[in-house]
């Protein structure tokens, strides 16, 4: 809701500025993809090496 609101301010004060900001928002979107998909990747290899590392602990813990 506030973005909606700081957008709408801004197409008050600076309309020319917010239908730009509009039409390349899709553009950036796009661009950052590719790093949102590699941060997902990279966090489920994280992941996994921490399962591996404590998965002697949790052994353990059940006996």
């Known amino acids: 809701m506030l973005t909606v609101l700081i957008w709408l301010i801004l197409l008050v004060l600076c309309w020319p500025l917010a239908l730009l900001a ?7 979107w796009l661009l950052t993809l590719p790093f949102r998909l590699l941060g997902v990747a990279v966090e489920g290899v994280f992941a996994l090496l921490r399962a591996l590392l404590f998965l002697p602990a949790r052994v ?4």
């Open 22 to 28: 509009l039409v390349l928002w899709p553009v950036v």
């Open 60 to 63: 353990i813990a059940r006996l």
